[in-house]
């Protein structure tokens, strides 16, 4: 509350106060409408204000664009069918100041409505005691300003649509308060039970004064008490305020609050059936299904309570119920479970037991450790088992009807709730662990494997992590194809490293098949960072040390395949790092992705829905092929909070085979991303833009280096921001983008309406270096005129703040208007060889505004002197100049080329790849056809780049 003013300042405010105008966004998300279309009238409060909807009212998502500027909760009303409304009931005395509508623009029908302004009540019937009625208004696309025909003090509107057409609406409402209205102070907190007592606070932002009463009668300025600070309430009471704004006083308002007094765990226990009690605060202990287990200070007793979304280590306060018993263990079922107060701790442990349970155990939750136990408790009865412990032996009572089978070979370490029934004490289980430290080499599928699915031994694995049982390294060996009908999630949070791959040389595939998936939260075939694999964003977990491994050994040359049916669930994602993942690789293994529509994806590095992102996490060597959907991508980074402390950080994406029809890469949200020594094929359907790698959400740098555009084809034909980009450098932070080599453009149909073709399009400040590009001769043309927005073009300088250096520019293509360099020449474009087949029909580079800029001779001369026309020839990709490109100035810290060739210190040949020979015998070599070919191999399960006589490694190292 503001302090009281002095005279003098209280006399100046009440001379310049003016009227406070309150704004109220009304969305489907504001109102708290669901996606379920109502039965009935339904009335929503929202900022003291009642919204009602006619039947059929439901909230629908609406896609952000540049004339709905609304759009605040991107929840819209759907309003549906013919005089469907919407009214309100104005809970205090603002008029309405502006009134806008907003339209969802892709709706599939557009309707017609009405809006009545009343300076009365309005009923769902239409408008009573009505001043003005305002015209029907026609067909409206985006927004509509009904500012104008608001009448001077009206409070209430109602909206009706007027034709059999559905409309999907916001409103932004601007309700202006009369000058000297003063609100009514508002009560925190506004829950009515509270165990020992309650703080109550009171607010009003205009108040110059609060004065309440606590004795039932009614406050004023001169009767009660000054409000000044938060005080207790310690019984049952009625709470009474009034806000002044100088000598302007507000309504009264009142809240009654009932105290209860608090009791331990051990009182409830021994009260009676239908004691109303209250606990304040206790400590989670153990979560069984709908069940909690709770504990007190003292740390002696627990007892037994519905569960309300709690986990283990939340401490609870203002727990009020009333005592009942379940089979002899007391329960308290609680009656204000939305007014407790949560705060999330860490699970203590549960105490041990050392013996059998006896009378001073009743209601305590113990684990007994090293059980031996045989048979099987089922959900629909109430089986005993009979437990060995020691020297005792323990009934093991199934009330709670948990499926779980035990072996009598193993040992478990049973958790149980010790209740006493008939004046006998007993145990009702809760949960166990196979009492056997997980180590070593596990087989998964064949004969006499330990596993018979990989879900069912990354549960394993999951069970023995969270009882701290796994004792060293574990390998999952997979020994057969495995058909999984189950999505996967496995975590380590060990020092350990915990391994999936196949357990010999032979062929051996993965396949998942799931069809449906009611995964709230993260969801793929395989979740590294996730417990288990239906559960939500809060079953993350930290994890490390996880490497999934498609070789059985360094020598073997079987890559295992990790693939889905064609039907498989819409979260089309092969692996998922989640989370605060760390040190985790996928290598070696083939990545298919099967599902025929959607967006598919071979990998993702995705963040934490309340933070965390994987760190360093690998993904290398791999082939990925998604290319049964037309939204097929290979590897996704996901920032989901657009926080750069959350977003997947320095993971790195080096040495595969990326085969898509949409993204190569898509970094979706990530920082100081690695893509290295890839190679890219990329195969795209018409009417949208497909890439090699997309930028949208980057912060930090990202690195493309020594990588391989060898296809970089589309389908499309239709006008606007489509077509084919091999790199798309925008979406934030700084490119650096050194060896890479773009090759193998081509449009499968004519596209007379434009298509962008462009090797880079740099949308953000890139630097980049030694890259040869290739705009080869197009099967089939666009035919545009340099269109800024659809260019053909090597790179594409779509922004200012670009380094350009050192590269080779060569232009094939002879039908449409394709040049080097699309965009303004700055001054650190230099060292650059140019070549352009028909200069008759090509620019060297197309400047905005510099129409003088026709040609290379006109560019050599004007802009750059170091920029050079050559003439090449080309072998598999690589460039054999008969007419050299002349030599440019060495660049500090680029020392190798594409294939790991050594550059000169002072001068050396640009583009990604560096002539060993001296140049003069290339070119007698490619006159006598005699030039080395480059070629890929496999050797031991690893891609390797023959080049004559010597062997590089994909990262261009020289081998041999």
Not at 197 to 214: F, G, N, P
Not at 633 to 643: C, E, F, I, L
Not at 796 to 818: C, D, K, L, M, W
Request: net charge negative; glycine share 8%.
């Amino acid at each position: 509350m503001k302090k009281l003013f002095s005279l003098f300042a209280a006399c100046l405010l009440a001379i310049t106060m003016v009227a406070k105008n309150a704004t109220i966004y009304l969305d489907g998300a504001a109102t708290g409408l669901s996606g379920t279309a109502t039965a009935a009238e339904t009335s929503i409060s929202e900022s003291g204000i009642t919204y009602n909807f006619s039947k059929g009212a439901k909230i629908q998502s609406v896609p952000k664009d540049a004339v709905n500027a609304f759009n605040k909760n991107a929840g819209a009303i759907l309003i549906g069918k013919e005089n469907a409304y919407i009214y309100n009931t104005k809970a205090f005395g603002d008029s309405i100041a502006s009134f806008k509508i907003y339209y969802n623009k892709s709706a599939s029908a557009k309707a017609t409505f009405s809006v009545t302004f009343s300076r009365f009540p309005i009923t769902a019937a239409g408008v009573s005691g009505s001043d003005s009625v305002m015209a029907t208004l026609g067909v409206v696309d985006s927004v509509f300003d009904c500012t104008d025909q608001v009448m001077s003090g009206a409070k209430y509107f109602y909206y009706k649509v007027t034709n059999a057409n559905n409309t999907q609406v916001q409103f932004e409402i601007n309700y202006a308060k009369p000058a000297g209205e003063v609100d009514a102070p508002a009560f925190t907190p506004t829950a009515v039970n509270h165990v020992d007592s309650v703080i109550v606070s009171l607010t009003q932002e205009d108040a110059t004064a609060i004065y309440y009463t606590i004795d039932g009668t009614e406050p004023s300025n001169t009767n009660g008490v000054l409000y000044e600070a938060p005080f207790a309430v310690k019984s049952d009471l009625t709470v009474k305020a009034i806000a002044y704004n100088n000598t302007n006083a507000s309504e009264v308002s009142s809240m009654e609050y009932k105290v209860i007094a608090g009791s331990t765990c051990a009182q409830v226990n021994a009260a009676s059936k239908g004691t109303k009690m209250g606990l304040n605060p206790v400590t989670v202990v153990y979560v069984n299904g709908a069940n909690a287990y709770l504990k007190d200070a003292s740390g002696s007793t627990l007892l037994y309570l519905y569960n309300n979304g709690l986990k283990a280590g939340d401490q609870v306060s203002n727990i009020i119920g009333e005592v009942d018993v379940f089979n002899g263990l007391p329960e308290l079922k609680p009656s204000n479970a939305t007014d407790w107060t949560i705060v999330a701790g860490e699970a203590p442990a549960i105490e041990e037991a050392t013996a059998a349970p006896v009378a001073a155990d009743v209601n305590k939750v113990l684990t007994w450790k090293g059980v031996k136990i045989n048979g099987t408790f089922t959900t629909d009865n109430k089986t005993t088992l009979k437990g060995v412990f020691g020297n005792d032996t323990i009934a093991f009572y199934n009330n709670f009807k948990i499926a779980q089978a035990f072996d009598a070979a193993n040992d478990y370490d049973i958790t149980g709730a010790v209740a006493v029934s008939n004046d006998n004490v007993q145990v009702y289980y809760i949960s166990c662990v196979e009492n056997k430290p997980m180590q070593g080499a596990y087989t998964i599928g064949g004969e006499d494997a330990d596993f018979a699915s990989l879900y069912e031994a990354c549960e394993a694995v999951k069970t023995n992590m969270l009882a701290g049982k796994v004792a060293g390294d574990v390998e999952l060996l997979i020994a057969a194809n495995l058909d999984n009908q189950k999505n996967v999630g496995i975590f380590n949070n060990t020092e350990h490293t915990i391994t999936i791959r196949p357990d010999k040389d032979e062929p051996r595939t993965i396949t998942f098949s799931a069809t449906t998936d009611a995964n709230v939260g993260p969801s793929g075939a395989i979740m590294i960072g996730i417990k288990n694999g239906t559960l939500p964003h809060d079953d993350a977990v930290a994890s490390q040390n996880i490497i999934i491994d498609g070789l059985a050994s360094e020598t073997a040359t079987n890559k295992m395949v990790i693939t889905t049916t064609s039907t498989y669930h819409n979260s089309g994602y092969l692996v998922v790092m989640y989370g605060q993942v760390t040190n985790s690789v996928v290598r070696n293994c083939v990545l298919t992705n099967n599902r025929t529509t959607g967006s598919t994806y071979a990998v993702c590095f995705r963040s934490q829905k309340d933070g965390y992102g994987p760190k360093g996490a690998i993904v290398e060597n791999c082939e990925m092929n998604c290319i049964a959907s037309t939204s097929g991508q290979g590897v996704n980074y996901n920032g989901v909070n657009n926080n750069a402390l959350d977003y997947p950080d320095s993971c790195i994406v080096r040495n595969n085979v990326i085969r898509v029809k949409s993204r190569g890469v898509f970094l979706n949200g990530g920082q100081n991303a690695f893509i290295e020594g890839n190679e890219f094929y990329v195969d795209g359907a018409g009417g949208f833009l497909v890439t090699g790698i997309y930028g949208n959400k980057q912060k930090g740098e990202t690195h493309v280096r020594n990588n391989r555009f060898l296809q970089l084809q589309t389908a499309n034909k239709n006008a606007g921001d489509y077509g084919v980009t091999g790199i798309l450098a925008s979406g934030g932070g700084t490119w650096e983008i050194t060896n890479n080599l773009f090759t193998g453009f081509e449009l499968t149909q004519d596209a007379a309406n434009g298509s962008r073709i462009v090797g880079i399009r740099c949308g953000n400040a890139c630097t980049v270096r030694h890259n040869t590009f290739i705009l080869n001769e197009l099967s089939h043309h666009p035919g545009n005129a340099y269109k800024s927005t659809n260019p053909v073009a090597c790179i594409y300088a779509a922004a200012a703040g670009q380094t350009i250096q050192n590269n080779i520019f060569v232009v094939n293509e002879t039908e449409s208007n394709a040049s080097c360099y699309r965009g303004a020449l700055e001054a650190n474009t230099t060292g650059n060889n140019f070549f352009v087949k028909v200069a008759e029909n090509s620019k060297a580079v197309y400047v905005d505004g510099a129409s003088t800029l026709a040609t290379y001779a006109q560019l050599d001369s004007a802009q750059r002197a170091d920029n050079r026309n050559i003439d090449p020839q080309f072998t598999d990709g690589y460039i054999f100049e008969s007419k050299p490109a002349m030599k440019v100035a060495a660049i500090a810290g680029i020392t190798l080329d594409i294939d790991g060739n050594e550059r000169g210190t002072v001068s050396v040949y640009p583009g990604c790849y560096e002539p060993e020979e001296d140049p003069t015998e290339i070119e007698e070599m490619v006159a006598e056809e005699e030039a080395p070919v480059a070629k890929k191999v496999m050797i031991n399960g690893h891609i390797y780049i023959l080049r004559g006589e010597k062997m590089y490694d994909m990262n261009g190292r020289l081998v041999k």
